[in-house]
């Protein structure tokens, strides 16, 4: 069973256009976050949310909205691609106990903006 | 901003051989965590030390934590083919849920 899934795997879609990627977790964790990766590996955190509830939020645009309808699942929506939105998009879900917790991730979903 | 600075950047060697990894980072943290990422794939745990601990081991990783040079490096025994992958380190600090991640250290095992 995978853990942390999010789909779709590749999106290949024109600027202007609007995207979701979905993530659902089968771990039972508490906390699920968003990742962005650049073209130089650089790992960059966006969102995260706790049972349901905000609790990071990075300077990310507002183009960029992310929903949890439950504890298991968090999703991404962008609204008007731009070319410097083309990364691979991470999930990831933790349970942090006293600050410690290891995050799983998902298998990313590469997102290309034309 | 990345919280981690990774060294090398990039690292070849020979199959049988050890890789370090050094990682750098800035604040008062709680713990470090180290992850592989092989191609194309998501990032895989690997090995937690906390903040009081100074060294750990789990199989052929060995994990030290120098807080007061606010640095920590991974050991990799005996590479195999399969160790091949870049590396990161990640920081969480103090009452903070978020974990930040260091550039990564491309590793290849030459065969």
Redesign the interface.
Known sequence: DTA?SQTPKYLVTQMGNDKSIKCEQNLGHD?M?W?KQDSK?????MF?Y?NKEL??NETVPNRFSPKSPDKAHLNLHINSLELGDSAVY?C?S?Q?RQ??G???????SRLTVL | SQQGEEDPQALSIQEGENATMNCSYKTSINNLQWYRQNSGRGLVHLILIRSNEREKHSGRLRVTLDTSKKSSSLLITASRAADTASYFCATRDFGNEKLTFGTGTRLTIIP
């Open positions: 942390v906390t976050y990742y590996k650089f790992l960059k955190i995260s706790n609790i990071i991470f990831a933790s942090v600050g410690v290891e995050l799983f991730f998902g298998e990313g």
